[in-house]
């Protein structure tokens, strides 16, 4: 079974940086794609980002430009450094995997077609 441990978020003022780590263990298939969601109270799951087996990257609108997305496949990590950020990206933050062979390939729209989580990290963007 795989499981998925994020860690990194804290408290950062507008405009500052954070990068959230995902680490992955149990692999029981050679090709993951993991995306990045995050939720605020009383609202919905939304994509943030996602990453495909090979490498292809998905953003959000709402974070294009100042998010990026990263795998180091030899450590079993992935990365999302999060730049210029506003209060709005106050959230928990998970991480989510899928098997799929797919290279190029992986939805940052759908919550749903992800397997794994992780427990989530939170993220507060405050002066």
């Known amino acids: 079974q795989l499981q998925l441990v994020e860690s990194g978020g804290g408290l950062v003022q507008p405009g500052g940086s954070l990068r959230l780590s995902c680490a992955a263990s149990g692999f029981t298939e050679d090709y993951y794609a993991i995306g990045w969601f995050r939720q605020a109270p009383g609202k919905e799951r939304e994509g943030v980002s996602c990453?495909?087996?090979?490498?292809?990257?998905n953003y959000a609108d709402s974070v294009k430009g100042r998010f990026t997305i990263s795998r180091v496949n030899a450590k079993n990590m992935v990365y999302l450094q999060m730049n210029s950020l506003k209060p709005e990206d106050t959230s928990v933050y998970y991480c989510a995997a899928r098997a799929y062979s797919g290279t190029y390939y992986c939805p940052v729209a759908s919550h749903r077609w992800y397997d794994y989580w992780g427990q989530g990290t939170q993220v507060t963007v405050s002066s």
């Open positions: 990453i495909s087996s090979g490498g292809s990257t």
